[in-house]
């Protein structure tokens, strides 16, 4: 390893020198307190910024071992210090002048939830930040002045004011990390106490607005209804009160714009840690809970929907079934057996993005379209056998169809955003109507085992001086949030509502690249490759599936439930 003054002498020596000169800086820095490694540097100052890494010895650092000794604590501290490092590195973003992207430092962008990334992590050694610098050039000429001034003056301020614990504000670190134990307290209490969800009084559950997750101002802050009520006695701050869901099936109805919706989303993100100050960081739901729709147009690959899907008129086989262009009931039938397959315990739906003709038919057209000419079994038929028989709950958003009131466990209105129990009310009302057909026979979830195939990941291209040709492995792109390209494969992941990061969809990218490349060519069973990946993941972490030497900055860890989502698309 090379002493920071010999970075600075080879600084000085390449300036004014044509842009690939910098590539001779790749390696690893001493520093006084920290080390720095620059393990990628970019082609010119207009292509992506050049790949850094700092890490602090535990030695250097000194924050309390009790704040990471476990997984749960060692993420929150992980996330805060992330955090920080990207607000303290943002004051001197673009403060190094030059053409392109010269100047800048690009840090993980966190959003409301807390989530475990590559960009930050803590290992028993020490920690390790990841970021991005875009080397400073005059044209195409460096300007190694500049970027002095990053390595020598900026950095070492941003690793000062974030990565010791003398600098950072130890209240500030504190409530970061008994607000997670909270967090996992209250995760705990729901498998104890038969439940599925909890949220707790005084939450804001409103967003800005449809592009912002920041919470609503002067939003009614939200009040259980004192029939579902319950107190759970917290690590750190003492006993909180809230509403708690049970197991089984749960309504949530109202009139249009009371807050159905808004309170399902809250339900639905509750499936991850929430920072201080987002309104819903007491919002906690069971974390299998698989928010699900009809997603007209996708694909599907031999899923046996026969529990909701038979007699087809053309013949075809759907406890195998396979398209290429799914209807909204085959789409979100497939979804359902899926979240299943992917060992979630509770399905979080709403009315209005699901297919009409999959959540219900009313008495009319039952008489006028006799079962045996209709190939679907409403979900209103099935809900009760899948709590009963396989112990997996719904919580259903309903707004138009009152048959779901029959088979209901417990029902919340929304009136004007705050929550109403009307479970009994709504019981004795249902004396007065003729009960719907709300049960199906045939009851049976899916036994067989599904495979999933990959084609080659080489691909043959001529080389540049087109004389030959040359093999490589297929490139990932990763677009947003909802979607990523592998080679020539498009996935659209936008109907995926609970991922909730960038991050996410690209260590989804690099597992299935990562799988492909191990099984270029060969089919394998779906669920035996899911779980060798998610151990993988949990063991080895997310960096271990990049295929990178070094472990990449920009990967955030995926649920289970995404990743198989994910693959089943492929």
Same mark, same amino acid.
């Given at each position: 390893m090379k002493m920071a003054e010999e970075l600075q002498r080879e600084l000085r020596s390449i300036n004014r020198k044509s842009y690939p000169a910098y590539k001779g800086l790749k390696g690893a820095y001493q520093f006084p307190d920290y080390q720095l490694f620059i393990e990628h540097v970019q082609g010119d100052p207009f292509a992506a910024p050049s790949a850094l890494r700092i890490f602090v010895p535990h030695s250097k650092a000194k924050f309390p071992e009790r704040y990471y000794w476990d997984k749960c604590s060692k993420v929150a501290l992980q996330d805060a210090l992330l955090r920080r490092f990207a607000e303290i590195s943002a004051k001197f973003c673009y403060q190094a002048k030059g053409s392109g992207k010269s100047g800048v430092i690009q840090v993980s962008n966190c959003g409301q939830e807390v989530l475990e990334r590559t960009a930050c992590e803590i290992t028993k050694e020490g920690i390790h930040i990841r970021f991005f610098v875009g080397f400073p050039a005059n044209g195409r000429t460096i300007n190694s002045g500049e970027l002095e001034k990053i390595l020598f003056v900026y950095l070492p301020?941003?690793?000062?004011?974030?990565?010791?614990?003398?600098?950072?504000?130890?209240?500030?670190?504190?409530?970061?990390?008994?607000?997670?134990?909270?967090?996992?307290?209250?995760?705990?209490?729901?498998?104890?106490?038969?439940?599925?969800a909890f949220v707790a009084?005084?939450?804001?559950?409103?967003?800005?607005?449809?592009?912002?997750?920041?919470?609503?101002?002067?939003?009614?802050?939200?009040?259980?209804?004192?029939?579902?009520e319950i107190t759970i006695q917290l690590r750190h701050r003492g006993s909180i009160t809230g509403m708690g869901i049970r197991k089984g099936i749960t309504l949530i109805a109202g009139g249009g714009y009371h807050g159905k919706s808004t309170l399902l989303q809250a339900l639905e993100k509750g499936v991850y840690d929430h920072i201080a100050g987002d309104g819903r960081e007491f919002v906690i739901t069971d974390d299998t809970a698989w928010k699900l729709r009809a997603e007209d147009g996708r694909k599907i690959k031999d899923v046996d929907i026969s529990l909701f899907i038979n007699h087809l008129p053309n013949g075809r086989n759907t406890r195998r079934f396979s398209t290429l262009d799914a209807s909204g009931s085959t789409s979100q039938a497939a979804n359902i057996i899926e979240a299943i397959e992917a060992k979630s315990q509770v399905l979080l739906i709403d009315e209005d993005t699901s297919a009409t003709n999959f959540m219900v038919r009313d008495e009319l057209m039952q008489r006028v379209i006799q079962k045996d000419k209709e190939p679907i079994t409403p979900f209103l038929e099935r809900a009760r056998d899948l709590y009963e028989k396989a112990g997996i709950s719904t919580i259903l958003v309903v707004g138009s169809c009152g048959s779901?009131?029959?088979?209901?466990?417990?029902?919340?209105?929304?009136?004007? !955003?705050?929550?109403? @129990?009307?479970?009994? +009310?709504?019981?004795? $009302?249902?004396? =007065? !109507?003729?009960?719907? @057909?709300?049960?199906? +026979?045939?009851?049976? $979830?899916?036994? =067989?085992?599904?495979?999933?195939?990959?084609?080659?990941?080489?691909?043959?291209?001529?080389?540049?001086?087109?004389?030959?040709?040359?093999?490589?492995h297929e490139k990932l792109k990763v677009m947003g949030r909802e979607s990523l390209m592998l080679g020539k494969e498009q996935l659209d992941l936008r109907y995926l509502e609970q991922l909730a990061d960038r991050e996410q969809t690209q260590t989804l990218g690099y597992l299935l690249k990562y799988a492909k490349e191990q099984y270029s060519g060969k089919t394998t069973d779906l669920t035996a490759l899911m779980e060798s990946l998610i151990r993988k993941l949990e063991k080895e972490g997310i960096g271990s599936v990049s295929g990178q030497k070094e472990i990449p900055a920009g990967m955030a860890m995926p649920r289970r439930q995404e990743i198989y989502a994910c693959f089943n698309r492929f």
């Open positions: 301020k941003c690793v000062e004011m974030s990565l010791y614990h003398r600098k950072v504000p130890e209240r500030e670190t504190e409530q970061v990390i008994c607000l997670k134990e909270d967090q996992r307290v209250i995760r705990e209490e729901l498998k104890k106490r038969g439940l599925i009084n005084g939450s804001i559950l409103p967003r800005q607005s449809g592009n912002s997750d920041l919470p609503m101002k002067d939003a009614v802050p939200f009040q259980s209804p004192k029939s579902m779901y009131f029959y088979i209901a466990d417990q029902i919340i209105q929304m009136d004007n !955003y705050c929550p109403v @129990d009307i479970t009994e +009310k709504t019981r004795k $009302l249902l004396k =007065e !109507y003729k009960k719907p @057909d709300c049960e199906a +026979k045939g009851f049976a $979830l899916p036994s =067989e085992k599904r495979s999933i195939s990959f084609g080659s990941s080489v691909v043959r291209r001529k080389n540049y001086r087109g004389t030959g040709m040359v093999e490589e």
